[in-house]
């Protein structure tokens, strides 16, 4: 976990008693393919160059932790932060490595690993999104590269805010948080508005300090989480319309992780010395069920992605930073279904039918 991560640009994580998890330990069994299953992103720890990839095989629930290492016969990086698919490649975000790993989205072997440095200085990548044919990357440095799929280089460098985090598709347009965390207190407050096909910043809309996670709503509003530093009591979840690219509402709710769940929101939400994982309708604005899942279970909830095919809710706890962490799977309704242990920090994963 990144120390400045901790410090800024995450909300400070509060901490619960976990239920008693067995220790399944499995054999990492090669996989020629992916399928029923998922692969997970592990983030490892800042600076110790331990990132992983798991695989895990929803047939058996077995989990495959070195699938990266057997695949390309060398370690991830450092600080593994994104992965998405798009066409026949998988899309490796390693932050402080600084390189995007390419995968052949069926096999998982290497396609290329790309550098991400400037005149010899890390540009720390952060997320990815895709339009066109092209892939869409935010960078520390000030800048979101342009990666053409078809030759894996970058074809362009578009300069936004302060330490662009999150990045977001909607509309045909792309909506980038410019958080400024590293230059804490001076952080940005700022949304870049990119067109994807001129590859410009087109705009920027003001929407609070330090904003990072983006999501949409049905109708195409966007919503960003903002904070201010180290104070979790000030974060806030506002929504821009997408039609004037205004503020139109600014909920007073702590948020500190979002993510779209068919029409809704589950939020997770840290106040003081409770929190609590809820169900948030966008389109009212209004939260309809205030302990959607039992936050009991997690140590460190650290995000979660809905799977629309199987209708499930797979939710990361990252057990203190320091000890492999959990996927914890859910219901569409909430309901606790059960855990698979995979690596240390897991926090993004691409589903597999």
Same mark, same amino acid.
């Given at each position: $976990?990144? #120390?400045?991560?901790i &410090?800024v640009?995450c909300?400070?994580?509060i901490?619960?008693?976990?239920?008693?998890d067995?220790?399944? =330990?499995?054999?990492?069994?090669?996989? @020629?393919? +992916?399928?029923?299953?998922v692969?997970?992103v592990?983030?490892?720890?800042?600076?110790?160059?331990n990132?992983t990839l798991?695989?895990?095989?929803?047939?058996?629930?077995?989990?495959?932790?070195?699938?990266? =290492?057997q695949?390309?016969?060398r370690?991830?990086g450092?600080?593994?932060?994104d &992965?998405?698919?798009?066409?026949?490649?998988?899309?490796?975000v390693?932050?402080?490595?600084s390189?995007?790993?390419?995968? %052949?989205?069926?096999?998982?072997n290497?396609?290329?690993?790309?550098?991400m440095?400037?005149?010899g200085?890390?540009?720390?990548?952060?997320? !990815?999104?895709?339009h066109?044919g092209?892939?869409?990357?935010p960078?520390? @440095?000030?800048?979101? %590269?342009?990666?053409?799929?078809?030759?894996?280089?970058?074809i362009?460098?578009?300069?936004?805010?302060?330490?662009?985090?999150?990045?977001?598709?909607?509309n045909?347009?792309?909506?980038v948080?410019?958080?400024?965390?590293?230059?804490y207190?001076?952080?940005?407050?700022t949304?870049?508005?990119i067109?994807p !096909?001129?590859?410009?910043?087109?705009?920027?809309? !003001?929407?609070?300090?330090?904003p990072?996670?983006?999501?949409s @709503?049905a109708?195409?509003?966007?919503?960003?989480i903002?904070?201010?530093?180290?104070?979790?009591?000030?974060s806030q979840?506002?929504?821009?319309?997408?039609?004037?690219?205004?503020v139109e509402?600014?909920?007073?709710l702590?948020?500190?992780? $979002?993510?779209r &769940?068919?029409?809704? +929101?589950?939020?997770?939400? /840290?106040s003081g010395?409770?929190s609590s994982?809820?169900?948030?309708d966008?389109?009212t604005? /209004?939260?309809?069920?205030?302990?959607?899942?039992?936050?009991?279970?997690?140590?460190?909830f650290?995000?979660?992605?809905?799977?629309?095919?199987r209708n499930?809710?797979y939710c990361? @706890?990252? $057990?203190?930073y320091?000890?492999?962490g959990?996927?914890? &799977?859910? /219901?569409?309704?909430g309901?606790? #279904?059960?855990?698979?242990?995979?690596?240390l920090?897991?926090?993004?994963?691409?589903?597999?039918?």
């Amino acid at each position: $976990m990144r #120390l400045y991560k901790i &410090i800024v640009i995450c909300t400070g994580l509060i901490l619960f008693s976990c239920k008693k998890d067995q220790p399944e =330990e499995t054999p990492n069994t090669p996989v @020629d393919q +992916f399928k029923n299953g998922v692969l997970v992103v592990n983030e490892g720890l800042f600076q110790q160059n331990n990132s992983t990839l798991s695989w895990v095989d929803f047939a058996t629930d077995a989990v495959n932790g070195e699938i990266f =290492e057997q695949k390309t016969n060398r370690q991830l990086g450092d600080t593994g932060n994104d &992965i998405a698919r798009y066409g026949g490649k998988i899309y490796v975000v390693v932050n402080v490595s600084s390189t995007i790993e390419v995968l %052949d989205a069926k096999t998982g072997n290497s396609i290329k690993q790309i550098s991400m440095l400037s005149n010899g200085i890390p540009k720390q990548p952060r997320f !990815v999104e895709f339009h066109n044919g092209k892939v869409f990357v935010p960078c520390f @440095d000030g800048y979101v %590269d342009v990666i053409d799929t078809i030759s894996l280089e970058v074809i362009q460098r578009i300069q936004v805010g302060s330490n662009p985090d999150g990045i977001h598709k909607v509309n045909d347009q792309l909506f980038v948080a410019n958080s400024g965390g590293l230059n804490y207190p001076n952080v940005d407050s700022t949304l870049s508005v990119i067109d994807p !096909v001129s590859m410009t910043e087109v705009g920027r809309i !003001v929407v609070g300090k330090n904003p990072t996670r983006i999501q949409s @709503d049905a109708n195409g509003d966007i919503y960003v989480i903002t904070q201010t530093g180290l104070n979790t009591l000030n974060s806030q979840l506002v929504k821009v319309d997408h039609q004037t690219l205004s503020v139109e509402t600014i909920y007073p709710l702590q948020v500190n992780r $979002m993510e779209r &769940i068919g029409a809704n +929101f589950l939020l997770y939400i /840290s106040s003081g010395n409770t929190s609590s994982i809820q169900l948030f309708d966008p389109l009212t604005g /209004s939260i309809v069920n205030p302990n959607f899942m039992d936050a009991g279970l997690f140590t460190t909830f650290y995000g979660a992605q809905y799977d629309s095919g199987r209708n499930q809710i797979y939710c990361f @706890d990252a $057990m203190g930073y320091v000890n492999s962490g959990y996927i914890r &799977i859910f /219901s569409s309704n909430g309901t606790h #279904l059960k855990n698979i242990k995979v690596g240390l920090n897991p926090s993004k994963l691409l589903i597999y039918e």
